[in-house]
């Protein structure tokens, strides 16, 4: 077996290469969460969003505003301004609601859906042929058995986690 051993030190074509490899390879991470941001938009804002559903729990507008605010803060070169932003998301949420999916005999639920909508407004300043206003709905089901108030925060958080995923694609995403 012939075997062929190259210093990076002894070779600076190799460090080169080295360096662009690793290089290519930080730039197409980011590629592959497919954000497109026009340069020219560096900062943005999340209005607090409003609670209009009427049995949501109190903390829904503002749990659900500060996870659209992470989301973008995490995956987005954006930076959060309160005055003058380029980008601004605002809106309510519209639904919270449980509703059994498969009744039984005896008038109680084997199956409920927890559905959550929001609806969004989204304002970037610099292209105004961006902006759009939309609703966004997602449910968790459960045991119908099961009390809603033991799992609510985690279906909730569920819930929450997918609706930010589909309103971050919907404003960055390029698909």
Not at 82 to 108: H, K, L, M, W
Not at 114 to 134: A, G, H, M
Not at 152 to 160: A, F, G, K, P, Y
């Amino acid at each position: 077996m012939l075997r062929i051993s190259v210093s990076p030190r002894k070779h600076p074509l190799v460090s080169s290469l080295l360096v662009m490899g690793f290089f290519c390879a930080q730039v197409s991470c980011y590629s592959f969460k497919s954000t497109s941001i026009d340069p020219s938009i560096t900062s943005f804002t999340v209005l607090p969003f409003e609670n209009r559903a009427d049995n949501g729990p109190v903390t829904l507008a503002i749990s659900f505003s500060e996870k659209l605010k992470d989301k973008v803060r995490r995956e987005s070169r954006l930076k959060f301004v309160e005055t003058d932003p380029d980008i601004t998301f605002s809106g309510n949420i519209r639904d919270f609601s449980v509703v059994s999916q498969a009744p039984t005999a005896d008038n109680t639920s084997a199956l409920s859906r927890l559905t959550i909508s929001v609806q969004v407004s989204f304002e970037n300043r610099r292209d105004e042929t961006k902006n759009w206003n939309q609703s966004f709905s997602y449910f968790q089901e459960f045991d119908g058995r099961t009390n809603l108030l033991d799992i609510q925060e985690s279906l909730v958080e569920r819930i929450n986690n997918q609706l930010v995923e589909d309103i971050f694609n919907k404003a960055f995403g390029d698909w």
